[in-house]
């Protein structure tokens, strides 16, 4: 994109692509015509960060959907670089985002198939992070729901959030292409919620960390541990 007044300029690699509507449709239509890996189509709501990545990927499904780690500590690291330094971040396996402990946004994946084995034709993966309280709901009325402007990060734009998230992310996108999940998995255990504790979303059970290819790893009350694939991040 050409550095223009109210654009984004993204990092090599990436192709920012604005709509006045919803990115994540943006996004799904535009696979119909085989669009570039590395758009990303992001909203233009100032209330709200929308943004949803179209990939291509090379390997099946299981391996290559922990891709979404790199969004979700690209995130992280733009509220990181952005927020005062109180804000705290944490990440609920596999698509919720926390903000001093109250639900601030959440991630989904699409992709051309379910099927953990095949490789799919193209994989979606899309943010949606609050700035703002919606219309019509005062603050209080949803107390384990929150905003950015209301944990104290008011200076924080929709334009610089969606910016500064796309440069980190990219930045997390080489790690995963160079490097795989498991720096992306390391850096990830510093900022999950509950790990170590008893959980009940997604499932119930003791959350006692990730396989390597991201999924959930449960302790259940019988003593068994249970897996649950990364694949459950996938939106239906």
């Given at each position: 994109?050409?550095?223009?007044?109210?654009?984004?300029?993204?990092?090599?690699?990436?192709?920012?692509?604005?709509?006045?509507?919803?990115?994540?449709?943006?996004?799904?239509?535009?696979?119909?015509?085989?669009?570039?890996?590395?758009?990303?189509?992001?909203?233009?709501?100032?209330?709200r960060l929308e943004a949803a990545i179209v990939l291509a990927p090379e390997e099946a499904l299981a391996d290559a959907?922990?891709?979404?780690?790199?969004?979700?500590?690209?995130?992280?690291?733009?509220?990181?670089?952005?927020?005062?330094?109180?804000?705290?971040?944490?990440?609920?396996?596999?698509?919720?985002?926390?903000?001093?402990?109250?639900?601030?946004?959440?991630?989904?994946?699409?992709?051309?198939?379910?099927?953990?084995?095949?490789?799919?034709?193209?994989?979606?993966?899309?943010?949606?992070?609050?700035?703002?309280?919606?219309?019509?709901?005062e603050p209080g009325e949803t107390p384990d729901e929150t905003c950015l402007y209301e944990e104290g990060c008011g200076?924080?734009?929709?334009?610089?959030?969606?910016?500064?998230?796309?440069?980190?992310?990219?930045?997390?996108?080489?790690?995963?292409?160079?490097?795989?999940?498991?720096?992306?998995?390391?850096?990830?255990?510093?900022?999950?919620?509950?790990?170590?504790?008893?959980?009940?979303?997604?499932?119930?059970?003791?959350?006692?960390?990730?396989?390597?290819?991201?999924?959930?790893?449960?302790?259940?009350?019988?003593?068994?541990?249970?897996?649950?694939?990364?694949?459950?991040?996938?939106?239906?």
């Amino acid at each position: 994109m050409t550095d223009q007044p109210g654009q984004i300029v993204f990092p090599p690699l990436l192709t920012g692509i604005a709509v006045a509507g919803d990115p994540v449709a943006a996004a799904r239509e535009s696979v119909a015509i085989e669009v570039e890996p590395g758009s990303v189509f992001y909203g233009t709501d100032a209330t709200r960060l929308e943004a949803a990545i179209v990939l291509a990927p090379e390997e099946a499904l299981a391996d290559a959907l922990p891709v979404a780690f790199a969004v979700a500590l690209g995130l992280n690291d733009a509220i990181g670089a952005l927020a005062p330094p109180e804000v705290a971040l944490h990440l609920v396996w596999p698509d919720r985002i926390r903000i001093n402990g109250a639900l601030c946004g959440r991630m989904r994946a699409f992709a051309s198939t379910g099927d953990p084995k095949e490789e799919p034709d193209w994989l979606i993966v899309a943010l949606d992070v609050p700035l703002l309280t919606a219309s019509g709901v005062e603050p209080g009325e949803t107390p384990d729901e929150t905003c950015l402007y209301e944990e104290g990060c008011g200076d924080i734009t929709s334009h610089d959030l969606t910016d500064a998230w796309a440069r980190h992310m990219m930045n997390w996108l080489h790690i995963f292409l160079t490097e795989g999940f498991a720096p992306l998995h390391e850096e990830w255990r510093a900022k999950a919620h509950g790990l170590g504790t008893e959980v009940t979303y997604p499932e119930h059970g003791t959350f006692i960390g990730l396989d390597e290819k991201g999924g959930m790893l449960l302790k259940r009350e019988s003593g068994e541990t249970a897996l649950v694939p990364l694949t459950r991040l996938l939106a239906v």
